[in-house]
């Protein structure tokens, strides 16, 4: 018995680049459905089962960011992987679509093969956890707190309890993304490295533990007996902490 093809449903308005890109990925061994607006996407959605959105940003009527936002606030697609389309250079846009929910963003103009190679990275990481360890739904807040710190998920820094602002690398935000996203779970080596980096961990390959240690300095969580981010002997690593949305009440009490 085969696996069902992955099913990308393609949202832009533009015909020419809905049609080159379909005809591309279905001959990639893909199935792919197309939409023109928000309305046909919200169509589309609702007669089929789609494992990835592939959405312009700039779309007549609602745009990308609306309709991301609409897909992770609730209903049967908050899970649904969304790679938003952005126009080249436009930073705000795509930390805009980041925050907003999206999965990955693409400039245009960009080739199909680029395309294909971000969506296979963007399912692969998808598919790395388990069907019961989906992300939480606090993890699209633009504050997100835990133990004494909080992450600001738009400058990408961590808040200390004191205000004191500790800034974070790249690898850094993304691991700690990962465990507040999916806090007091246990996550191994193999399920990390897809999540952070889309790919699978060589078997000699310690990146994701000297990240672990980095980002506990970070957190000024002893490395002998952590409390925030634990070592779970033969199994790998679980936030040890609840984590909640910040609200701008919160902030002021």
Known sequence: MTNAPDHILIVDDDREIRTLLADYLEKQGMRCTTAADGREMKAALDRHRVD??????????????TLCRNLRAAGAHVNTPVLMLTA??????????????ADDYLPKPFVPRELLARIRAVLRRARALPPNLDAAPVQHAS????????????GRHLVGADGTIVPLSGAEYRLLSVFLSHPQRVLN?????ELTQGREADVFDRSIDLLVSRLRQRLGDNAREPEIIKTVRNEGYVLACAVTPVTPEDEAS
């Open 88 to 101: 080249r250079g436009e930073d705000m846009d795509r930390i805009l679509g980041l925050e907003m929910g």
């Open 52 to 65: 990835l959105i592939v959405l312009d940003l700039m779309l007549p009527g609602e745009d990308g960011l």
């Open 143 to 154: 504050e997100l707190g835990f133990a004494h710190w909080r992450l600001n998920t738009v």
């Open 189 to 193: 080596r193999d399920q990390l490295m």
